[in-house]
Structure formats: C-alpha cells, structure tokens
C-alpha cells in the first residue's frame, strides 16, 4: 500500500490571503512575461481574476508586490518589487519546508 498525504499551503493576514499556490504562480509568470495580461493568458485565467488576485496581494502585502503600469503607446506592463521577490522566495521555501516535513511523518505510519 502507498500513502500519500495531500496539502495546500497558503498565508492570510487578518483573514484575507496573502500568498498561496495559485497567486505565487501569478506572480513568477508577471516576472516571466511583463505583463498581467500575459501572465493570465499564460495560467488561463481571465484578466480580472489575475487583476483581482494581485490587487489582493498588495492590499495583503506590507508593501507593494507589484509596479503596473497602463498601456499606451508604449505599451503597459506589470513587473515585481524587490519584496514581491523576496516573497516567492520565502514562500517556496516554506512549501517545500512543510513538504519534507510531511514526509517524514508519514514514515510514522509506514513503520506501523
């Protein structure tokens, strides 16, 4: 018999999400693309849900995540603040963190 334990991990502030897995992957395709709008296309989800989910994260965030910029002649674009950085970073460390120590408790259970 193989067990498996599934979890998802995610962080609130004042019982709004902060980060989780979904918005974590929004924000490394903004650093991918430039763009919310392409970052969206990217995940498939619509524009106004990436726009909603980001809006969330900065409200969230003790400083801003993310710099938009409108388009125009120039074109707009979205990228992230050397914090919104440091959050990915923390967060996949904290992810991969609570994944290792998942595992070794479910030797617990194999060694039943």
Not at 30 to 58: H, P, Q, R
Request: hydrophobic letters at 40%; one cysteine or more; a neutral charge.
């Amino acid at each position: 018999m193989s067990y498996k334990i599934k979890s998802r991990i995610w962080i609130e502030y004042d019982d709004h999400v902060l980060l989780g897995e979904g918005r974590v992957q929004l924000l490394k395709a903004i650093e991918e693309t430039g763009s919310l709008s392409k970052a969206a296309k990217t995940l498939n989800i619509s524009y106004k849900k990436a726009w909603d989910l980001i809006d969330s994260v900065n409200k969230s965030a003790e400083q801003p995540v993310t710099i938009n910029s409108i388009g125009g002649k120039g074109g707009g674009g979205a990228h992230l603040t050397a914090y919104g950085k440091s959050l990915i970073r923390v967060f996949d460390e904290i992810n991969q963190n609570c994944w290792g120590f998942l595992d070794a408790q479910l030797e617990k259970i194999k060694d039943l």
